[in-house]
């Protein structure tokens, strides 16, 4: 069996796990060029307002997506996601955003995230999982880049 063969498991962070994916968010892209911290991400990951869920391939955590429930308008809206490196290409980020609309779905017709414009291959991903842009936040977190409203509609 092959690694992109192996399950995928989606299942709510404990405490470890959630400082581990504070760790990978902030170690990675895009978070590194918006100059996100460690500790905005550990408090993003710890704060009980929002759903924390990890993915993991042979028990070993793989990506990490964080919903805000009530996050726009009283619609879900997906704060981050992100897959570890070794687990990239293996279907980790499409099996954590299938979670969130399955999750979403149960409490909103509607589902949100932002993507930076500079992070093309986000935006072609999202895109191809029916995401459309809605909005345009120019400057929002770093000068001369938007962030980008997508919307999904979950009917």
Same mark, same amino acid.
């Given at each position: 069996?092959? $690694?992109?063969?192996? !399950?995928?498991?989606?299942? !709510? ?7 581990? @994916? $504070?760790?990978?968010?902030? @170690?990675?892209? !895009?978070?590194? #060029? ?5 500790? #905005? ?6 704060? #009980? ?6 993915? &993991? ?5 793989? @990506?990490?997506?964080?919903? &805000?429930?009530? @996050?726009?308008? /009283? ?9 570890? #490196?070794?687990?990239?290409?293996? /279907?980790?980020?499409? $099996?954590?955003? &299938? ?5 979403? +779905?149960?409490?909103?017709? &509607? ?18 999982? /029916?995401?459309?842009?809605? +909005?345009?936040? !120019?400057?929002?977190?770093?000068? +001369? ?11």
């Amino acid at each position: 069996m092959s $690694a992109k063969d192996d !399950p995928i498991d989606i299942l !709510p962070a404990n405490d470890s796990e959630r400082e581990w @994916g $504070a760790r990978l968010l902030s @170690g990675s892209e !895009p978070w590194l #060029t918006l100059q996100v911290s460690l500790q #905005t991400c550990r408090e993003n990951c710890f704060d #009980t307002s929002y759903s924390v869920f990890v993915a &993991h391939i042979n028990d070993k955590p793989a @990506g990490i997506i964080i919903i &805000h429930t009530k @996050g726009i308008a /009283g619609s879900p809206y997906i704060k981050s996601i992100a897959v570890d #490196t070794s687990f990239q290409k293996k /279907g980790v980020g499409a $099996a954590l955003m &299938h979670f969130a609309e399955v999750f979403s +779905g149960k409490i909103s017709r &509607h589902l949100f995230l932002c993507v930076s414009s500079f992070n093309m291959q986000a935006q072609a991903f999202y895109r191809q999982l /029916g995401y459309s842009k809605v +909005g345009e936040f !120019p400057d929002y977190i770093i000068k +001369g880049s938007s962030e980008l409203l997508l919307y999904k509609s979950l009917q």
